[in-house]
């Protein structure tokens, strides 16, 4: 070990023991044994005391691979592990490699973004609460999975049940209220449940009458977007009663008028999400509160505003908040830091927020029916916004006549952004060449943006050549996520692409016209990939093309073809995760 060199990765603005950041601003490669740090099995003590600090997951992957000793000090003082795919880990061989994991996150089916997911995709949640009920884990995060009431009371019965602070079934179904009450009843010391958006079949309230009554530690209750309807106001508050620590509240439908009582016992929270409102003059917020998501707001934009200079986070996307509420709103809303909404915001709301809300981090913009129906957001909008929000991070947005120049005014202006989510829609007020490239403009936008981790592009009858495609690779190297649709792209394309994505993991293509032999010898040349989704490319033979592309322990799912209106057109579903597929086989070979 002695002889060959061994690298360890610093990163920037890590916490170091007394609690101080580094001052380093980029990642840096130290060769312990050219700097005197040796890594024989004397100084072995050193480092079993300093890997436990390491909380980058791939800075432990990395160190578990150094030697047996590192790779068992991981083991033993790894506390959570996240899991993108349920279905490439064993959950008996995750336990076996990290016995002392006290929070666990797993996803079960990939999103449904676009209707292609269908059928039992058997994410189910039982294997793993059978591994874990007799484990002290005190957070579990589990999305799109199936779960039983029967599960639900094994977790509740079991020793995790216990001491179980965390539960999020975030859209999941298969479940009932009836299962909800055996956790509420037994898990005394949740001090956060999370349904959001499941489907669950409600028999009663009673579920969230026991809540009330024994929980004292809650600290966020989330069932927004799920189908609960069955909510009397009167558990509410006196959740907010027993539960001095309430920060957040999610829920279903009622008229926030029915909720003053929970609003009076709520001193200290900060987030509510779920009603409706039509009588602000009836209402008191809670003096901390700062995050807001109400339905039906544009009944009262006017009463709100007095509170408006609270506000961090609004989320407008089902408020039907027209322009000039949006307006009015974002001038009184100083210290806005997140906003969720849609096109309705259009190039004038873009423009006040630019203006009056310098602080914002974090920018969404939902694509609804309105986008079509009118004019969507525009470059004139997404100028202003670059040049008035600087310290923005992340960006989705949804727009039409964007042109090459707003694109290098995004690289200009946002230095900080991380997050880039990019659709070109069409509508009737189009003015654009739709022979025209975005190649120039994509490629200052990377060149100025150098901390992005995260890509999407969509297009709609506008695309970007081969020397654009080319160009996202090249300056877009730190990008770890991509996400493309509708790109028209060569052989040649792909291959330049992909020879400068050097460090790209997930990749996801729609509808993108890309030859699948292409595809495929790209692939193999990508070693940092660990998942890819592939749809709608060129059909060719598929079982050969396919192929080119298998690794050892990769796993693929595919989606039969479909029949359309133009004859068959393959759709292809092809799902990767390589690093824990590795990583899972390596343990069950431990």
Not at 326 to 339: D, E
Not at 377 to 401: D, Q
Not at 514 to 540: H, N, P
């Amino acid at each position: 070990m002695g002889k060959s060199p061994f690298y360890i990765f610093s990163h920037k603005k890590r916490k170091n023991l007394y609690g101080k950041k580094y001052v380093n601003t980029k990642r840096r490669k130290i060769n312990l044994n050219e700097i005197g740090i040796s890594t024989s099995n004397k100084d072995h003590t050193v480092w079993d005391l300093v890997i436990p600090y390491i909380q980058d997951p791939q800075d432990r992957a990395a160190v578990s691979l150094v030697c047996p000793q590192w790779c068992h000090v991981d083991a033993i003082t790894r506390r959570h592990v996240t899991i993108d795919f349920c279905h490439t880990a064993a959950p008996d061989s995750l336990f076996r490699r990290f016995p002392l994991l006290n929070s666990l996150e797993i996803s079960g089916c990939p999103p449904d973004i676009f209707g292609l997911i269908f059928g039992d995709w058997k994410s189910y949640i039982t294997p793993w609460l059978r591994e874990i009920a007799d484990r002290e884990i005190k957070a579990l995060d589990f999305q799109r999975m199936i779960v039983n009431d029967s599960d639900l009371d094994l977790l509740a019965t079991s020793v995790a049940g216990k001491v179980l602070e965390v539960l999020k079934l975030n859209r999941c179904s298969g479940f009932s209220t009836d299962g909800l009450l055996h956790i509420v009843r037994s898990c005394g010391r949740l001090r956060t449940l999370s349904i959001e958006g499941s489907y669950i079949i409600e028999n009663d309230g009673e579920w969230l009458h026991e809540l009330a009554l024994r929980n004292t530690t809650l600290e966020n209750l989330n069932f927004f977007m799920s189908s609960l309807v069955k909510i009397r106001p009167g558990d509410l508050e006196l959740i907010a009663r027993n539960c001095a620590s309430l920060v957040s509240m999610k829920i279903g439908d009622c008229d926030v008028s029915d909720l003053n009582s929970f609003f009076h016992a709520s001193t200290v929270l900060e987030e509510f999400a779920g009603s409706y409102i039509y009588n602000a003059n009836e209402v008191k917020f809670p003096p901390r509160l700062c995050r807001l998501n109400l339905n039906f707001m544009h009944y009262a934009v006017r009463e709100v505003i007095p509170v408006a200079s609270r506000f961090i986070e609004l989320d407008l996307r089902t408020s039907h908040i027209d322009r000039e509420g949006h307006c009015l709103l974002l001038k009184s809303c100083p210290n806005l830091k997140i906003l969720k909404t849609t096109c309705a915001i259009g190039d004038s709301g873009l423009v006040d927020l630019a203006q009056f809300c310098k602080r914002m981090k974090k920018l969404r913009i939902y694509g609804y029916g309105e986008c079509r129906e009118a004019r969507a957001v525009t470059e004139r909008g997404l100028i202003a916004l670059s040049m008035g929000c600087r310290e923005l991070e992340y960006l989705t947005i949804y727009g039409s006549n964007i042109t090459n120049d707003a694109l290098e005014c995004v690289g200009r202006y946002l230095k900080n952004l991380c997050d880039l989510r990019l659709v070109l829609i069409k509508t009737p007020y189009d003015s654009y060449d739709i022979d025209a490239s975005l190649d120039n403009g994509i490629q200052l936008l990377l060149m100025g943006c150098p901390q992005l981790r995260r890509f999407d592009l969509f297009l709609h009858e506008r695309w970007l050549t081969d020397k654009g495609f080319e160009f996202i690779g090249r300056y877009g190297k730190n990008v770890k996520w991509m996400r493309f649709g509708n790109l028209r792209v060569s052989e040649e394309g792909i291959s330049k692409f992909f020879k400068h994505c050097t460090r790209l993991q997930k990749l996801e293509m729609w509808k993108c016209q890309i030859d699948e032999r292409a595809l495929g010898r790209a692939v193999r040349k990508l070693t940092s990939l660990k998942y890819l989704w592939v749809e709608g490319t060129k059909d060719t033979s598929i079982t050969r093309d396919l192929a080119r592309m298998l690794r050892k322990n990769w796993m693929v799912e595919l989606i039969p073809s479909k029949v359309t209106s133009d004859g068959l057109k393959y759709e292809l579903s092809f799902c990767h995760v390589g690093h824990f597929v590795k990583y899972c086989k390596r343990m069950s070979n431990e």
